[in-house]
């Protein structure tokens, strides 16, 4: 190992992408230095000063430059660059790097499980880990509700134990994020981002969705130095501050929640006047209510951060108006604009399925880019409008968005390519059966 360069990556407690980080090295083989930055206000300073005055988790440094946090590391691993950077990297192209019965891209929940049950199905499954592995489950500090844990267990063990069980039963994990599928030709080609090629006989789409953002004046600037999508990761950094959580799904209650641990007051804007939330979690948020931890704005919106990258998040700009949706009302006079001091501002809007990768294909979105499938009550639940393509989990799943869902899906969608495999395989065998049998006439 000591041809290859140093690498270094700054981590802190209960931080999922720091553990997505470490993995992704671990998965090349690539040694390095951790410096956990918890409790140690010297080594944390250090990684601000390092990192250019960021102040989240993880920092990745190759021989002392810069790679950047988890979105950074991600981006880089996805073309190929970071491969580079570690002397890793290979000519890839056209060569078809190998061919699998079935190909799951990605290793959340319910890729996982369709892994677990295509396995068990001797389907000798290849996994693909996505830009985000482990999916959003990572981010999640504790489960409550998963059946079998009555005293609930954290997003990331979980995922953990259900990655080893997946590679007890025969599923092969490999680092990367898909480019493209192929549907033309039979097997379908699949490409990543850094050049490899595989090909396979079927397809599961398994890769997710990804954290919103708004889109507002300061949060490309601001990412990073005081706006995140990861309260678990990131709270921390931002002791004693106000902080804001946007947003009114389960997500932001359980952010909200975790983030009074660490904030003076925990402020929740939300832009209509009822949460989507499950009542477990609008009980949790009103008993920190009831406590002065949080406080709830509702009917309000964000419009834009102010700060600097130098000192981070100053304050923030939110508009409200008492019937909601605040920001298509920006000329009715009774919207409100008002300036709003705040330390830390927490993203927690939804997601976006991750399937650019099926656009050239034959398999039908809708609007926002969740996979159709075919439904129904009998087998071939999970199949797409391309056969041999099958999808769960959240790339399908708009409404539901649980995790027991997910993978509920993930073991139909490997039982249904399961049948589809066999089916090939029968009519693969009967047309070679009938050439023979011209040949011998």
């Known amino acids: 190992m000591s041809d290859q360069p140093r690498v270094e990556i700054y981590t802190k407690d209960e931080c999922p992408y ?83 019965p079935l190909l799951i891209a990605g290793t959340g929940i319910a890729g996982l499980t369709a892994a677990i049950y295509a396995g068990r199905s001797n389907n000798d499954p290849l996994v693909i880990e996505g830009d985000e592995p482990g999916g959003q489950l990572t981010l999640t500090t504790d489960v409550a509700n998963y059946p079998g844990f009555p005293e609930g267990i954290s997003g990331p063990e979980l995922v953990n134990n259900m990655k080893e069980q997946a590679r007890k039963f025969g599923a092969d994990l490999k680092n990367g994020v898909i480019e493209s599928v192929d549907d033309s030709t039979r097997p379908f080609r699949v490409e990543l981002k850094n050049g490899d090629v595989y090909t396979a006989d079927a397809v599961i789409a398994a890769s997710g969705a990804s954290a919103r953002t708004l889109g507002i004046p300061g949060e490309d600037e601001l990412m990073g130095y005081g706006l995140s999508t990861c309260a678990t990761c990131d709270g921390a950094f931002f002791r004693g501050e106000d902080m804001l959580v946007v947003g009114g799904g389960d997500a932001a209650m359980e952010e909200a929640t975790f983030l009074t641990k660490f904030a003076d007051t925990v402020y929740i804007a939300h832009r209509r006047e009822e949460f989507r939330a499950e009542d477990h979690w609008i009980d949790r948020v009103h008993e920190k209510v009831e406590d002065g931890e949080i406080e709830i704005m509702k009917n309000t919106e964000l419009i834009e951060v102010h700060g600097s990258q130098k000192d981070g998040v100053d304050h923030v700009t939110l508009v409200e108006n008492e019937m909601g949706h605040p920001t298509d009302r920006l000329d009715d006079p009774e919207t409100n604009e008002f300036e709003f001091d705040v330390g830390a501002v927490f993203l927690a809007i939804g997601h976006t399925p991750n399937t650019a990768y099926l656009e050239d294909t034959g398999v039908e979105m809708d609007d926002e880019g969740y996979l159709r499938t075919q439904g129904g009550s009998g087998g071939g639940q999970t199949e797409t409008d391309v056969p041999g393509i099958f999808g769960a989990g959240d790339v399908v799943d708009y409404h539901y968005q649980q995790a027991v869902t997910a993978a509920g899906m993930g073991s139909k969608a490997a039982l249904d390519a399961d049948e589809y495999l066999e089916d090939v395989e029968r009519a693969d065998s009967g047309a070679e059966e009938a050439k023979t049998a011209a040949a011998d006439d």
């Open 18 to 100: 720091c553990e997505k980080a470490k993995d992704l090295f671990d998965s090349k083989g690539v040694e390095y230095e951790e410096y956990n930055v918890s409790g140690d206000d010297e080594l944390f300073e250090e990684m601000v000063d390092r990192a250019d005055g960021r102040k989240t988790a993880p920092e990745v440094f190759i021989d002392d430059e810069l790679v950047g946090g988890w979105d950074d590391t991600s981006a880089l691993d996805e073309t190929g660059e970071l491969d580079e950077k570690l002397g890793l990297a290979t000519d890839g192209g056209e060569e078809i790097v190998e061919h699998r």
